[in-house]
C-alpha cells in the first residue's frame, strides 16, 4: 500500500522517497527494481521504473544503527567503563536489541528531511498498534530525558569534585549532559516533522468484521497523538456480481463492511479509499500504477491537516471553569482513563498512553469532571484560590 501510494504521489510530479523496514529482497519484488540491492538511506538510491525518475526507494537498516550507536555509546562512556573494569563489545559483537527498528526509522525520517531533496517522504509503517508506538516515541523520548537529566540542574563545573566526594560517587560529567541534549536535539527535530501542518497518516485494513475494531482503535490513537488521519484504505476489495459462489460471499460481506465504513469515516471528514484484488501479491510497476492510480487522491497530505493539544474555553464569568477542550475521535468512554499528576495530564485510550503539559493557566487549577462527547473530551477546571492572584477569581 505504502508502495502505491508512493507511485501516486510520484505521477503527481513531486520527488518523492518511499522509506520501508522491509527486505530488499521483498522491496525489489515489489517496486521492480532491477538495478541491485535496495540499500539504508545514504546509499546509492534506487529508482522505480515508470515514475520518470520521481520515485526512489530506501530501507532502514535497524542493525547497522544499533551497531554504529553502541559503539558510539561506548566511546563516550570509556572513562566509566575502564573505572569499572567493563571489556567493551566490539563492533562485530553487537547484535539489534529488541524496539531498534523504531529507533531506526526515526533516524530515516530526519535523515532524509534533512537531505532536503524530496517534497513528499512515505514511509511504511508496521501494523497500527506498533507504529503509533514509534510515532510517539520522539515526544515520551524527550520527557523521560528532561526528568532525568535536567540541564537547568546541571551543576557548576568547579562544585563537581565536591558534591562527587559529598555523595559518594562521580558526578554526571559534561559529557552525559552533552550527549542528551544532543539526542533530545535529533528528538526534537522528528518531533517536529511529525506535528507539522503536512504530516498526515493512512490506515489500511481489508474490509471485513474484526477489522472495524482495529480501525476504531487506530483512529482514537492517532487522536490522541494529534496526528490527522487522511485516509481510510479498504485494501484488497474483490470484485461484486461474481458467479462463483465464495467469491460473490466475500463480496457481499466486503460491501456491507464498506458500506458502514463509508457512513462513518465520510461523515467525520475522512476519505475511504478501495483498492482492488489483484488476485495475487502486487508486483512491479505495472501493479503499482495501477493501484496507484486508486490512491492519487490518497497521496498528497492536505496542507491544513495538523493535530491539536487542544484549546482552553474561558467560563469563568459565567460558570467559574475553564474547560480543557480536547479531540479524541472513536474513544468509548469504557476504554477512556484521564489522571492529573502535578502540571500534567495523563491519558489513556484504551492501550496508548500520552502526557499533555497542562495549559499554564489549568496548572493553578484543580480538575473537577470530564466529560466526553461528539469525540472531544471536556475537562473542566476550577481555580485554586489558594494559586490564583487575588482578587482574580469570578
Known amino acids: 500500500m505504502a508502495a502505491a501510494m508512493a507511485v501516486a504521489?510520484?505521477?503527481?510530479?513531486?520527488?518523492?522517497?518511499?522509506?520501508?523496514?522491509?527486505?530488499?529482497?521483498?522491496?525489489?519484488?515489489?517496486?521492480?527494481?532491477?538495478?541491485?540491492?535496495?540499500?539504508?538511506?545514504g546509499a546509492a538510491g534506487a529508482a522505480v521504473p515508470g515514475t520518470d525518475g520521481l520515485l526512489y526507494a530506501a530501507r532502514t537498516d535497524s542493525a547497522e544503527l544499533f551497531r554504529d550507536a553502541a559503539v558510539a555509546l561506548q566511546e563516550r562512556g570509556r572513562k566509566l567503563l575502564d573505572l569499572l573494569g567493563s571489556d567493551p563489545l566490539d563492533e562485530d559483537e553487537v547484535t539489534e536489541l529488541p524496539g531498534a527498528g523504531a529507533f531506526a526509522v526515526l533516524s530515516a525520517v530526519r535523515a532524509a528531511h534533512a537531505a532536503g531533496e524530496w517534497d513528499t517522504l512515505v514511509v511504511d509503517l508496521p501494523h497500527t498498534p506498533a507504529a503509533l508506538r514509534v510515532l510517539a516515541l520522539p515526544a515520551q523520548l524527550r520527557r523521560y530525558l528532561r526528568r532525568l537529566l535536567p540541564a537547568e540542574r546541571q551543576a557548576a563545573r568547579a562544585l563537581r569534585p565536591a558534591l562527587a566526594q559529598l555523595a559518594g560517587v562521580p558526578m554526571p560529567t559534561e559529557a552525559l549532559y552533552a550527549t542528551a541534549a544532543r539526542w533530545d536535539a535529533e528528538l526534537a527535530d522528528v518531533q517536529g516533522l511529525l506535528e507539522s501542518p503536512g504530516t498526515t497518516a493512512c490506515l489500511v485494513a481489508e474490509p471485513g468484521p474484526l477489522a472495524a475494531g482495529t480501525l476504531r482503535?487506530?483512529?482514537?490513537?492517532?487522536?490522541?497523538?494529534?496526528?490527522?488521519?487522511?485516509?481510510?484504505?479498504?485494501?484488497?476489495?474483490?470484485?461484486?456480481?461474481?458467479?462463483?459462489?465464495?467469491?460473490?460471499?466475500?463480496?457481499?460481506?466486503?460491501?456491507?463492511?464498506?458500506k458502514a465504513w463509508r457512513e462513518e469515516y465520510e461523515r467525520a471528514g475522512v476519505a475511504l479509499r478501495e483498492l482492488p484484488h489483484l488476485g495475487r501479491e502486487p508486483r512491479g510497476a505495472d501493479d503499482l500504477l495501477r493501484l496507484g492510480a486508486e490512491t492519487a487522491a490518497t497521496g498528497v497530505p492536505a496542507p491544513d491537516a495538523a493535530g491539536t493539544d487542544g484549546a482552553v474555553e474561558d467560563r469563568l464569568a459565567q460558570d467559574g471553569i475553564l474547560v480543557w477542550r480536547l479531540a479524541l475521535p472513536s474513544v468509548r468512554k469504557d476504554e477512556l482513563e484521564l489522571v492529573r499528576r502535578g502540571d500534567e495530564l495523563i491519558l489513556g485510550v484504551g492501550p496508548y498512553r500520552r502526557v499533555l503539559p497542562l495549559p499554564s493557566a489549568l496548572r493553578r487549577c484543580r480538575v473537577v469532571g470530564a466529560s466526553l462527547d461528539g469525540g472531544e473530551l471536556r475537562v473542566r477546571c476550577a481555580p485554586d484560590p489558594a494559586l490564583w492572584p487575588e482578587g482574580t477569581v469570578r
Open 217 to 258: 482503535l487506530g483512529r482514537a490513537g492517532l487522536g490522541l497523538y494529534g496526528l490527522p488521519l487522511q485516509a481510510v484504505v479498504a485494501n484488497r476489495v474483490v470484485p461484486s456480481g461474481s458467479s462463483e459462489p465464495w467469491t460473490a460471499s466475500l463480496s457481499g460481506q466486503q460491501q456491507t463492511v464498506l
Open 9 to 41: 504521489v510520484a505521477r503527481g510530479g513531486r520527488r518523492t522517497l518511499l522509506l520501508s523496514g522491509e527486505t530488499s529482497a521483498t522491496l525489489e519484488a515489489v517496486l521492480g527494481v532491477t538495478g541491485g540491492p535496495i540499500g539504508p538511506l
